[in-house]
């Protein structure tokens, strides 16, 4: 019995490398660093129960040697091993993945904007908004109920 519901990498390979080509971007031409977008996909890999990419994107904070205290991104808010720049970056990933609350909130855009020039904050944004589709993607197609993705 196979754990994915649909091998959408081989029924849509197309759409998937445009989600890669992306990804592809932000990694290589936002210029953000490595650790602070893996901490913002943890994030939201968190907020939205995605154990595929808890688990993957763990390991890279693992391989990048960071401390278990960051690792615990849920518990940013009451740590002191965060940078303002990695506080408003994960403010803004938590406000961006749970935009079904409303809007993001001026407070928070106005935090990320004290930290982050205006290309770093479209950037920072299309690396959230692309972490909660593969999240979405992993948990309804590929990995569901805690099963993983067989990709």
């Not at 928070?108 to 770093?120: G, K, L, M, T």
Request: glycine residues 4%.
């Amino acid at each position: 019995m196979s754990d994915i519901r649909l091998k959408y990498w081989e029924i849509a390979p197309e759409g998937i490398a445009k989600m890669q080509q992306l990804e592809h971007y932000v990694n290589t031409a936002s210029g953000l660093e490595h650790g602070l977008l893996e901490l913002v996909r943890l994030r939201a890999s968190l907020l939205n129960d995605c154990t595929y990419c808890i688990e993957m994107h763990t390991a890279e904070l693992k391989k990048l040697n960071e401390t278990p205290e960051r690792i615990a991104v849920a518990e940013w808010r009451n740590s002191q091993a965060f940078t303002a720049r990695e506080r408003a970056a994960l403010s803004w990933a938590e406000a961006v993945t749970n935009i079904q609350d409303g809007h993001a909130p001026e407070a928070i855009y106005d935090e990320v904007r004290a930290v982050f020039s205006e290309r770093e904050t479209v950037d920072l944004t299309l690396a959230i908004t692309t972490i909660n589709a593969w999240n979405r993607i992993a948990i309804s197609l590929g990995s569901h109920a805690g099963r993983e993705v067989e990709a």
